[in-house]
T-cell receptor, first 115, second 109 residues
Framework: DADVTQTPRNRITKTGKRIMLECSQT?????MYWYRQDPGLGLRLIYY???????NKGEISDGYSVSRQAQAKFSLSLESAIPNQTALYFC??????????????FGPGTRLTVT | GQNIDQPTEMTATEGAIVQINCTYQ??????LFWYQQHAGEAPTFLSY??LDGLEEKGRFSSFLSRSKGYSYLLLKELQMKDSASYLC??????????WGAGTKLIIKP
């Protein structure tokens, strides 16, 4: 089984709808991240969490909210979806620590289309 | 502002060698990562550099010069499966990753 899973894998929704993307991990990592990826742009950080009680805004948090329900689960919500939120969304995890490599492990992605 | 530059696209021939460059300007530096991303898939970790010099890992090598804000990824003995995007990312002073837009590498037979 995959270490980092995302549901749904694909979603088409209408403008104004609320939608939740879910991420689960079995790697035992404390840190979890949500990114979006748009063609021609780098991965952009939406929110990140260092543990269940620690949630931080990333570069582009407006229009999004998150919930860290447990160490293994991190959900991203779009309160009122708009077309420019159409993108590929990735969840990622990493181990705790600053001085080691601690690369990020990515889920398979959720392709979201807002019409 | 923070900026990472990579070429948008490169083409190379199967069996050859290709070098993908990355230049960066970030608020602080705590390491540089290279990831590989096949179309429609998740990025996967390739290499990490925090000190100047060359890190070799099989057919892939990564080089870093902190004074020049420069890194490259060198791929040898190219195979068709190496066709992918290669993402450069820098860990800044807040230990967050700043990502380049990626270089799409096309391998021709």
């Amino acid at each position: 089984d995959a270490d980092v899973t995302q549901t749904p894998r694909n979603r088409i929704t209408k403008t104004g709808k609320r939608i939740m993307l879910e991420c689960s991990q079995t790697k035992g990592h404390d840190r979890m991240y949500w990114y979006r990826q748009d063609p021609g742009l780098g991965l952009r950080l939406i929110y990140y969490s260092f543990d269940v009680k620690d949630i931080n805004k990333g570069e582009i948090s407006d229009g999004y909210s998150v919930s860290r329900q447990a160490q293994a689960k991190f959900s991203l919500s779009l309160e009122s979806a708009i077309p420019n939120q159409t993108a590929l969304y990735f969840c990622a995890t990493s181990a705790l620590g600053r001085d080691e490599v601690y690369e990020q492990y990515f889920g398979p992605g959720t392709r979201l289309t807002v019409t | 502002g923070q900026n990472i530059d990579q070429p948008t696209e490169m083409t190379a021939t199967e069996g050859a060698i290709v070098q993908i460059n990355c230049t960066y300007q970030t608020s602080g530096f705590n390491g540089l990562f290279w990831y590989q991303q096949h179309a429609g898939e998740a990025p996967t970790f390739l290499s990490y550099n925090v000190l100047d010099g060359l890190e070799e890992k099989g057919r892939f090598s990564s080089f870093l010069s902190r004074s020049k804000g420069y890194s490259y990824l060198l791929l040898k003995e190219l195979q068709m499966k190496d066709s992918a995007s290669y993402l450069c990312a820098v860990k800044d002073s807040n230990y967050q990753l700043i990502w380049g837009a990626g270089t799409k590498l096309i391998i021709k037979p």
